[in-house]
């Protein structure tokens, strides 16, 4: 069993950075590949990011490559987001998920957070 908790969340400018905190509990939590998923009001949950257990094989949406960089620290059980030049649609709820195989399809991840809200404003 794993369990997720997220933070770092907050109201931001445009152009401004934040970076995003994915705790987890559970020892078997080094073994999960890990993804960072967002969703905006009234739009479906999409993927943002990935990282493989071992801190390879990271992923990346086309839509933030070159502005956000994922990475995981094992020994901490914790995943980050950071975010630079964020903007305005970037504004959505961020979740961490785990799952145990190589993918970006939210319906391959079987634990979520609970969410925190990211808010960029113009």
């Known amino acids: 069993q794993v369990q997720l908790v997220e933070s770092g969340g907050g109201l931001v400018q445009a152009g401004g950075s934040l970076r995003l905190s994915c705790t987890a509990s559970?020892?078997?939590?080094?073994?999960?590949?890990t993804g960072w998923f967002r969703q905006a009001p009234g739009k479906e949950r999409e993927f943002v990011a990935g990282?493989?257990?071992?801190?390879?094989?990271?992923k990346y949406a086309d839509s933030v490559k070159g502005r956000f960089t994922i990475s995981r620290d094992n020994a901490k059980n914790t995943v980050y987001l950071q975010m630079y030049s964020l903007k305005p649609e970037d504004t959505a709820v961020y979740y961490c998920?785990?799952?145990?195989?190589?993918?970006?399809?939210?319906?391959?991840?079987?634990?979520w957070g609970q969410g925190t809200q990211v808010t960029v404003s113009s």
């Open positions: 998920a785990a799952a145990l195989i190589n993918s970006d399809s939210v319906t391959n991840y079987g634990y």
């Open positions: 559970g020892r078997t939590f080094i073994t999960y590949r």
């Open positions: 990282i493989a257990w071992s801190g390879s094989n990271t």
